[in-house]
Nanobody
Framework: QVQLVESGGGLVQAGGSLRLSCAAS????????MGWFRQSPGKPRELVAT?????NYGDSVKGRFTISRDNAQNTVYLQMNSLKPEDTAVYYC???????????WGQGTQVTVSS
């Protein structure tokens, strides 16, 4: 069982930056895909970024957000720059084991961007 704990969310003004962290409770090998989704009220969960064999970003965050991971520290990060009010959401970290397939989720961290 893997537990994921997010931190770093909060309130920031538009144009500002935040860095989210997601720490895993046990060793996460590089074979796991890790990343972030987000969800706003009344909207479906949206892909933000993934880090596995490749790095992928949702169209709405490309060029502004950067995902990175430290496998030695079992941690994945999300650097968010040039934040916009529409980035306001609960951000969820995940870690996906490929074989057998299983996805672990964090509890979420709130990011609020004021205009």
């Amino acid at each position: 069982q893997v537990q994921l704990v997010e931190s770093g969310g909060g309130l920031v003004q538009a144009g500002g930056s935040l860095r989210l962290s997601c720490a895993a409770s046990k060793s996460i090998t590089s074979s796991y895909v890790m990343g972030w989704f987000r969800q706003s009220p009344g909207k479906p969960r949206e892909l933000v970024a993934t880090s596995g064999r490749n790095t992928n970003y949702g169209d709405s965050v490309k060029g502004r957000f950067t995902i990175s991971r430290d496998n030695a520290q079992n941690t994945v990060y999300l650097q968010m720059n040039s934040l916009k009010p529409e980035d306001t959401a609960v951000y969820y970290c995940y870690a996906q084991r490929v074989a057998p397939l299983y996805t672990y989720w964090g509890q979420g961290t709130q990011v609020t961007v004021s205009s």
